[in-house]
């Protein structure tokens, strides 16, 4: 199957007829030869193939990171993609510059990515936040600096950002002007304009939907070449609204946009916390909700946050639309009450009203960026101490993603208080049954889950209870 | 003819003087009175801009026309034997080149799973990937072991049935051996001393007035460059072989070849322009090498042969795990008396699981008996590993040596004070270290801070080797224009070599480094040494600076004739040369080079011996590092806040490359000691995480603050009197670590890596 794929390559317009499940990774490699983008995984672990991919919606235009490995050309229709070479031209960039200072590259194979996802950071926004600098190199790997000067050299280029010449302006001339963009992004946001493509009626006759691919492409790159595939990127909502309390996010929202949306900012204070805690920034830019509750992960982290929520899922057919309680979708391992054809168009919840307090958890090997081995989810409405309605869920710790409806249950009507905590504890044990695999022993996830439990507790409620409760 | 010169040697504040004798052509060695423009500052990489903007081609982005691309089939199964192989409806495919078998003649033994099958070149990744699923073979299959534990048992189905040699590569120590026994899957011990025996040693430990004796594990690591092993091969109608590798070693690779081939070595080029790591698996022309050449000479078209990451885990090298009983006993007072070391690695189907480096090298002691075999399980094959042997046996003796004193009663550092007296290098840095890292801040009793969340300190030792190899041979050439070259066949593994090779030029010279070209990276330009053992820059830099100076001797001799004055005369200034007598009189490098006769000066220079004639030259290179964590009780996981390093390396040469080696060297430590493991199923023998997603390694959010304190200290051994630094930052870290989760949390875990379940399993056998 191809199709006619349209975008900009850093400055040459692309137009071509081609099989639109191919990864833009290969494209830039083998088709157009741009070899400064590097392979080190395949898998979206590494970072080596990290580009730029410029969104234009609405008249303006936004710079995100993606891992171009996991990334079919399918989804980047009408976008301006940039590789390492399309940062500099005659003079090179600032961080180019801070790197070279710095002596952050030592064989060299990560630098490009390294540099592409600095670059991102610094195009939106670049705070001089350190922590969020960090994040946005997070999803890179080097094997061999030890990262302390790349840190030097991100910490660098962020000064230079945020001060007073630059002061972190963020539209494209004065980015020329700082030489963080060669001159040719100028004609970007125009040209861009033109390659705009009107959003189509998903055709359900299909045997694998495709969302944002970060998962599809780890599980089965060769396969998605052999059946009929359909994108549903610009086809289905991506949008978050609020209307008559409740909330609805479109199918196509990447993990990003829920991250940065000023709603459900309001509506979770620490949303940030729990999304450092998922996957690296290339891979929130490009993962959807959507694929997170339909790949039924049993640790899939957004899905557990919703069980949390007490969100439902909305199908769409084409033909039929219909609702399902999110707790009630999973049937076994990877298995769920989705049909054919039928696609997430939206996920909803109703907007909590009263006093309430939400918390997300998740421990992994590694500190940062692991798929979980455990993770949960809680939230609790109380009033004067009293715990009045409360909803836990947790994942690693069965086949599926796990709404603990028992624990849940016992929790209504009860005092914030140890022995609640305590009696919780032993509730919850009785409803999981995790198995022992490489992220570690079922026992340790038993253990690894009360230690979750506690934590929402002493994060809702920290006049209460106290960090010793740990031990 | 030898001169004599005199040279101040030691640390810098402490600096004697000696008279030693060096060959007349050769400069004075540098020493630690040589006040120098760029040898040991900071100085930024020559490649920078290649590097930063993607210009830089690895071998992996080599494109040829005509290229294929080439994949291996590998087995899935761990042991068995194939009797039959169908590559037919493979090379029937459309855009398929070439199959063939890995190994000529069948049957062919399968050892692990991961073991290459058959190879197929083909147009593009994809059919070669595609035509891999066509291939058919009859097999049988054959139990297996996974485990030390199961291959030492008795009637442990073999992995060898016949005796094994052990393959050494430029990355590993000593490639000497006597004869070693092989018995069942095990191929040792290893004695040492040789005439020890075992019996009268234990009656000498069991004497000692106090005993330690724990065992300890770590896993097996994987090297995990970024960039894969792999090559292109051009094999010319003329039977000239051209090689693009991502290699540590250009001329291992080119001899690989040749003498598979039985090539002329001037007919086979091997170029490795820029490499994306290596840490000891990237020496000779491996499989890959071998099945891409016979590809292309098969098809007369380039052939490309890259790994994926899972072949990349799976077949091409890694560190083996141990198992290490020590003992260790002294007297009351805490000195050293005995130590005992029974150790049992496995590096799959390969060997070099030797872990006694640590314990033969870095204490004091009476009395020593060491033990240690390679058991064969079915599971790839090791490869050299950044220090090899070093980082399992320092995890092992650091903590043991903790366990002691913290038994004595004894502080650790303390400890390991009083046992390496006569080691004045080690007694500066246990100094320099303790104050910059406020030792004495240390929680005084293990495990005593009261929460959740407790923190603690750690300290271990290093030990490597001045290596160095000889016969190197570096060029040096400065032609009418001024323009100056060095040339050598060395590869740059990622250490900066190039740059620091355009630095010596540039100080002997009076230039600027970027004002020199570097020509590396190509078995044409002269011979170079592999980078193993952190013996690349010892290795070559004595011949580019010995050339270097041949290069000036040159040009003072035409300044002098031009400036009509005998040679003594002439005096250089930066890079201009004056009339001694008149020193308005001078002449730019420009103006001299003008001169030249021909088209340009070409000199040569080789890697000698040390300068001989002297007292013994320290040939351990020591370190020491400090480790804070803290260990969060209620989920086991535990965060490395900060490292103090403090190493020597000789003389250091780049201080920006120098400072990021030892935090590269640092990292891997943190991501052995937290993260990194190889699983095999239990069941099918199988790697469960031949990937970068279930086989973590650190990121940038893991780094701890890292200090380093380098010491410059002086030998003057030859001209540089540059030593090395790539692997000695590795060794200690995961042993610091661990002392440090000891301190914090009052309960030992001697075993790698040490992951959360580990800690809260720890936990709750104390608590009974
Ligand atoms: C490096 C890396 C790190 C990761 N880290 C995490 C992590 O920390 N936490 C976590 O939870 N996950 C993680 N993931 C998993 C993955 O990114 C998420 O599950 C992601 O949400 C999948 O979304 P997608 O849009 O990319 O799905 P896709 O790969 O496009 O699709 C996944 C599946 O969902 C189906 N699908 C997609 N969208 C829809 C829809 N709207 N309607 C119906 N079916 C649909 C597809 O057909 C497919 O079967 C990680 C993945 C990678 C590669
Ligand atoms: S190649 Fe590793 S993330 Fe894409
Ligand atoms: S510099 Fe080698 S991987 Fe980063």
């Known amino acids: 199957m191809t199709e006619n794929i349209n975008f900009i390559l850093n400055s040459a317009l692309i137009s071509t007829l081609i099989d639109p499940t191919i990864t833009l990774l290969d494209f830039i490699r083998e088709d157009r030869k741009l070899t400064g983008t590097k392979t080190g995984c395949r898998e979206g672990d590494c970072g080596a193939c990290t580009v730029l991919a410029g969104i234009y919606s609405g008249g303006t235009l936004t710079y995100k990171t993606v891992n171009s ?74 094997r061999c600096t030890g990262y302390s000067s790349i840190k030097r050299a991100a910490d660098k280029v962020v000064k230079i950002f945020n001060s007073e010449s630059y002061s972190g302006k963020t539209d494209i001339e004065s980015l020329i002007n700082t030489g963080l963009l060669p001159g040719y992004f100028k004609d970007i946001p125009a040209r861009l304009a033109e390659l705009q493509e009107k959003p189509q009626r998903v ?145 909803g919840f109703y907007i909590p009203t009263g006093k309430y307090a939400f918390n997300f958890e998740k421990v992994s090997k590694r500190s940062h960026l692991d798929i979980a081995s455990v993770n949960s989810a809680a939230f609790f409405e109380y009033s004067e101490g009293v715990i009045t309605n409360a909803r836990i869920s947790a994942g690693g710790v069965s086949p599926v993603p796990l709404f603990l409806s028992k624990s849940s249950e016992f929790l209504a009507g009860k005092a914030i208080s140890y022995e609640t905590l305590s009696n919780t504890l032993g509730i919850m044990q009785t409803e999981i049954l995790p198995i022992s695999d490489v992220r570690g022993s079922g026992e340790y996830k038993r253990l690894l889950l009360n230690q979750l439990c506690k934590a929402h507790f002493i994060s809702m409620f920290p006049e209460i209870i106290k960090e010793e409760a740990l031990l | 003819m030898n001169k004599k010169e005199k040279v101040s040697v030691g640390l810098p504040d402490n600096l004697r003087e000696i008279i030693i004798e060096i060959p007349e052509d050769e400069p004075k060695p540098w020493d630690g009175k040589s006040e120098l423009n760029y040898i040991g500052k900071r100085v930024k990489r020559i490649d920078g801009i290649d590097k930063t903007t993607g210009k830089a081609k690895y071998t992996f982005d080599v494109k040829i026309p005509g290229m294929l691309y080439a994949k291996f089939l590998r087995s899935d199964f761990p042991a068995g034997t194939i009797s039959e192989i169908d590559l037919s409806k493979a090379q029937k495919l459309k855009g398929v080149y070439s199959v063939l078998p890995a190994q000529d003649d069948l049957p062919l033994i399968i050892r692990y799973a991961g073991q290459e099958i058959a190879a197929v070149a083909a147009e593009t990744a994809e059919i070669a990937e595609t035509a891999l699923q066509q291939i058919t073979f009859k097999h049988t299959t054959s139990d297996f072991v996974l485990s030390v534990e199961d291959a030492i048992r008795e009637n442990a189905p073999l992995v060898y049935q016949t005796t094994v040699k052990e393959k050494t590569t430029e990355g590993d120590l000593d490639s000497s051996e006597s004869s070693v026994v092989q018995e069942g899957n095990i191929r040792g011990p290893k004695i040492f001393p040789e005439d020890e025996n075992a019996e009268k040693f234990d009656d000498y430990l069991r004497n000692c007035e106090v005993i330690h004796t724990a065992e300890y594990r770590t896993q097996v690591q994987t090297h995990s460059a970024m960039e894969t092993h792999g090559v292109v091969v051009e094999w010319g109608s003329d039977d000239k072989v051209k090689v693009w590798a991502s290699t540590q070693g250009t001329f291992s690779v080119r001899n690989d070849i040749a003498d598979y081939f039985k090539l002329k070595y001037n007919d086979v080029r091997v170029i490795t322009e820029f490499m994306g790591g290596g840490f000891g698996a990237k020496f000779g022309a491996g499989l890959y090498g071998i099945m891409a050449a016979k590809l292309s000479r098969a098809t007369g078209k380039p052939v490309r042969l890259m790994l994926d990451r899972k072949g990349e885990h799976l077949s091409v090298g890694n560190r083996p795990d141990s198992l290490q009983k020590l003992s260790i006993g002294t007297t009351k007072e805490g000195k050293i008396k005995a130590l005992k070391l029974i150790s049992l690695g496995t590096g799959g189907v390969g060997t070099g699981a030797g872990t006694s480096g640590p314990i033969k090298n870095i204490y004091d002691y009476e009395k020593i008996y060491v033990e240690e075999s390679d058991v064969f399980i079915n599971a790839g094959p090791a490869a050299a590993f950044r220090a090899p042997g070093h980082p399992q046996g320092a995890f092992a003796l650091e903590q043991a040596i903790d366990e002691m004193a913290h038994k004595l009663g004894i502080d650790p550092l303390e400890f390991r004070r009083i046992n390496t007296t006569g080691n004045y290098i080690r007694q500066t840095q246990y100094v320099l270290g303790a104050e910059k890292f406020g030792w004495d801040k240390r929680n005084q009793v293990p495990g005593s801070i009261k929460g959740p969340i407790k923190r603690g300190f750690g300290v271990a030792n290093s030990v490597w080797y001045y290596i160095y190899n000889k016969g190197f041979v570096a060029t040096v050439t ?223 959010r893991d780094v701890p603050q890292i200090e380093t304190i380098i010491m410059d200290f002086n030998q003057a051994m030859n001209s540089t009197g540059a030593m090395g630094i790539g692997e000695p930052a590795t060794i200690p870290t995961s042993a610091a670590i661990a002392n440090a989760v000891f301190n914090a949390i009052g309960v030992r875990l001697r075993s790698l890596p040490i992951t959360p379940d580990k800690i809260l399993a720890a936990l709750e056998e104390q608590s009974k």
């Not at chain 2, 730019?588 to 007292?615: H, M, Y």
Request: with cysteine; net charge negative.
């Open chain 1, 69 to 142: 490995c996991l990334l079919p050309l399918g989804n980047i229709k009408g976008q301006h993609i940039v590789t390492i070479e399309g940062l500099s031209t005659e003079e090179i960039s600032p961080v180019q510059k801070a790197f070279i200072e710095e002596g952050a590259s030592q064989c060299g194979f990560c630098t490009p990515g390294f540099i592409v996802s600095l670059t991102g950071y610094l195009l939106s926004g670049g705070s001089s936040d350190r922590d969020k600098a960090l994040d946005s190199i997070g999803g890179n790997i080097c």
């Open chain 1, 203 to 347: 055709r359900a006759e299909t045997d694998k939907f495709i969302g944002g691919g970060t998962d599809l492409y780890v599980q089965q790159p060769g396969k998605l070449r052999e059946i009929r595939t359909e994108f549903l990127k610009g086809h289905i909502p991506e949008t978050i609204d609020s209307e008559g309390g409740i909330c609805r996010i479109g199918g196509g929202t990447t993990f990003e946009a829920m991250n940065s949306s000023p709603l459900l900012h309001s509506l979770f204070p620490e949303i940030e916390k729990y999304f450092r805690l998922i996957a690296s920034l290339p891979i929130r830019n490009s993962a959807t909700i959507g694929g997170n509750i339909v790949n039924a992960s049993p640790i899939g982290d957004t899905t557990i946050i919703f069980l949390a929520l007490d969100a439902w899922v909305e199908l769409n057919s084409g033909t039929k639309k219909r609702t399902l309680p999110l707790k009630e979708l999973y049937t076994g391992y990877k298995t769920l009450k989705i049909e054919k054809g039928e696609y997430l168009e939206y996920i």
């Open chain 2, 478 to 700: 400065i032609n009418r224009r001024g323009e100056v070259q060095v040339i050598n066949g060395v590869q740059d593994i990622g250490g900066g070599i190039g740059t620091v090779l355009a630095m010596i030029v540039a100080e002997e010279l009076g230039l600027e480094p970027d004002q020199i070209t570097v020509k590396i990276g190509d078995t044409d330009n002269g011979f170079g040494p592999a980078s193993g053992g952190s013996q690349t820059t010892a290795g070559i830099t004595p011949a580019v600076r010995n050339a270097a100076y041949k290069a000036k001797i040159r040009m003072i001799e035409l300044a002098a004739s031009i400036l009509g004055k005998t040679t003594d005369k002439v005096t250089m200034e930066g890079s201009r040369f004056s009339d001694g007598d008149d020193i308005s009189k001078s002449l730019s490098f420009q103006q001299v080079a003008a001169k030249i006769p021909g088209d340009e000066i070409r000199v040569t220079a080789e890697r000698r011996s040390d300068n001989l004639g002297r007292e013994e030259i320290k040939t351990t290179i020591d370190g020491v590092q400090f480790a804070d964590v803290t260990v969060d009780t209620g989920t086991g996981v535990v965060k490395v806040n900060r490292i103090v390093a403090v190493h020597d390396c000789g003389r250091p040469m780049d201080r920006l490359t120098l400072e990021s080696q030892i935090n590269g060297g640092i990292i891997q430590g943190i991501s052995y000691a937290l993260y990194e493991n190889r699983i095999l199923d239990r069941n099918t023998g199988i790697m469960v995480n031949p990937n970068l997603e279930m086989y973590k390694i650190a990121g940038a």
